[in-house]
């Protein structure tokens, strides 16, 4: 699984503007990739220039044609590439620390939020003339060739975040930028429970918080009393009970389901905590 964000950031083919925060990348699909997973350390913006694309979350799949936006979150998705026409887009990636910043540079911005609401994974934008003209002008910086101020990008970053903030269908997104600079604790469990289920690293875990590996880990002990693999563990194994339950997927199925790439592992993960295999936990209770 690629990590989205270092791949455009570091690979020299695609055009591409870089900030201390953020990245501004032209990205062309080559056509004979169709469906794959990837994760993102940072959020994204995406606007398609052409041809269609889908991002799918457990709870939708956003079905994306030429002119369409969306706001991506950090985290993990799959996504599936139509093949018959060319896919292009604009990709802006942009982290916690700049949206924290420009909210608070900008109080009109400022929103009371719920800190038990929960948001999106992905967020459908409204755009206007105004916002298609400001994506045509980055579009140009692109492909000039020149070296561009990271300022000059800082500015087009900031207005391409007016454009969004200011139109009042979007206020949806509005409360998940001003949600961004809640508590800690809240932050780490909502990315470890929309995320638990994919194989990732913990050091993966601790970018996607926007940590380093020692800090992520001393937080989390912190928080929650144990380590980030125990919690891990735990917690697949309770969605293991809950597919085991309630589908007729077969044990391997159910163990890929809820992250572990390799059977034997789950089983004898479930074994340890349960007393009892996953098929014999599932005999037990259909006979209960």
């Not at 020299?12 to 870089?18: D, E, G, Q, R």
Request: glycine share 4%.
């Amino acid at each position: 699984m690629i990590n989205a964000y270092e791949y455009f950031k570091n690979h020299p083919k695609f055009n591409k503007l870089v900030g201390d925060d953020f990245l501004f990348v032209e990205y062309k699909c080559p056509l004979n990739i169709e469906e794959y997973q990837l994760w993102i350390e940072n959020h994204v913006i995406t606007y398609v220039i052409s041809g269609k694309k889908d991002w799918i979350t457990s709870k939708k799949t956003h079905k994306l044609i030429a002119g369409d936006t969306l706001f991506v979150r950090k985290g993990v998705y799959t996504t599936k590439q139509y093949l018959e026409s060319e896919y292009c887009v604009m990709l802006f990636f942009i982290n916690d620390k700049f949206i924290k910043k420009f909210i608070s540079d900008n109080p009109t911005f400022k929103r009371e939020f719920n800190h038990k609401k929960e948001h999106h994974q992905i967020f459908d934008i409204t755009t206007n003339d105004v916002f298609k003209t400001l994506i045509e002008s980055i579009f140009q910086y692109l492909n000039q060739g020149d070296e561009i101020p990271k300022e000059l990008v800082e500015i087009k970053f900031k207005e391409l975040l007016f454009n969004i903030s200011l139109n009042s269908n979007n206020k949806e997104l509005l409360f998940f930028f001003n949600s961004i600079s809640q508590n800690t604790k809240t932050t780490i469990e909502n990315i470890m429970i929309e995320n638990f289920q994919y194989d990732l690293k913990i050091a993966d875990f601790a970018k996607l918080c926007g940590k380093s590996l020692s800090s992520f880990k001393r937080e989390f002990k912190e928080y929650f009393n144990t380590t980030p693999s125990r919690w891990l563990i735990n917690k697949r194994l309770e969605h293991a009970k809950i597919l085991l339950l309630g589908t007729n997927l077969n044990i391997s199925e159910v163990g890929y389901e809820c992250g572990f790439k390799n059977n034997s592992h789950f089983i004898q993960a479930f074994k340890k905590i349960s007393k009892v295999t996953p098929n014999k936990f599932r005999m037990l209770k259909k006979e209960a």
